[in-house]
């Protein structure tokens, strides 16, 4: 486990993330990456052009490895993950390992060998997506099992664990802000007809209701959690768009592999 993880037992991340088809069948992602107040400010767009391996962009965290941002590679695969909470430390491969590795991956079996590894020391949730095989998936884990679910159409995630298997694991907390969020996320997404567009999940990352348990999150006296960054991902044309800061603002520069 690494010392960052020790800060999210404490101050547990509210990252959302949504996905649905584009006009094309192509998927198209939204998400937020959210965290404590003393990281506004500290991503970054990090491009990776390493020997012998995929290049890849990825929304990077200041002094962490690259991978746990929205990334994608030049082999289409795209990333987004949201941490689980769990109720305290244990041994084993830190997430930031296992997604650096993801990156290497060049099909979306071997991105799901790679998440679900044997001797993972976390639970955490990942949105993974081939672009090149047209096919999704979400894979929650925990160091001793995971569930592997095909996306559709659409698809949502908070952090919280949502599948059967999961539900009835007192281990893996369910607060009321990632629950809300969840619900106010699927409502929102199962509202808009089909076939959705960019603009479509960027109204849903940028929401403000539910206050204090909003999607877009800004911090004050109840909410101890910011929108630090926001992707949206149009993966027919490989294209990134990130936000700094809460999407609602607007500030956005377009990135491409």
């Known amino acids: 486990m690494c010392r960052t993880e020790f800060g999210d037992l404490a101050h547990p991340a509210g990252c959302t993330t949504v996905v649905a088809r ?18 506004i400010g500290l991503l970054y767009m990090l491009r990776v052009e390493p020997d012998g391996e995929p290049a890849f962009l990825s929304l990077t965290y200041a002094g962490q490895i690259p991978g746990n941002g929205p990334s994608f590679n030049d082999k ?37 060998a790679t998440v679900t590894t044997p001797g993972r020391a976390f639970d955490f949730h990942y949105a993974i997506i081939s672009a090149s ?24 995630h908070t952090n919280h664990c949502v599948a059967d298997s999961f539900r009835n694991d007192e281990r893996i907390a369910q607060r009321p802000n990632t629950v809300i969020r969840y ?30 348990n909003t999607i ?4 004050g006296e109840e909410l101890k959690r910011a929108t630090l960054g926001s992707a949206l991902m149009d993966t027919s044309t490989r294209t990134m768009r990130i936000y700094s800061g809460p999407p609602c603002q607007g500030t956005f520069s377009d990135h491409v592999l």
Request: some cysteine.
């Open 22 to 39: 584009g006009k094309d069948g192509q998927f198209l992602v939204g998400h937020n990456e959210d965290g404590g107040p003393p990281q």
């Open 76 to 112: 289409g695969i795209v990333t987004v993950t949201n941490n689980i909470s769990t109720p305290g430390p244990r041994s084993g491969i830190p997430r930031y390992a296992v997604t650096r590795k993801l990156m290497q991956a060049k099909s979306i079996d071997e991105a799901i």
């Open 133 to 156: 095989e047209q096919r999704a998936v979400g894979i929650e884990v925990t160091p001793d099992a995971h569930h592997v679910t095909e996306i559709g159409d659409r698809y949502v």
């Open 183 to 212: 619900e106010t996320a699927e409502r929102l997404l199962n509202n808009i007809p089909p076939p959705a567009n960019l603009a479509d999940l960027g109204g849903i990352i940028a929401n403000h209701e539910e206050d204090p």
């Open 216 to 219: 877009c999150a800004h911090p």
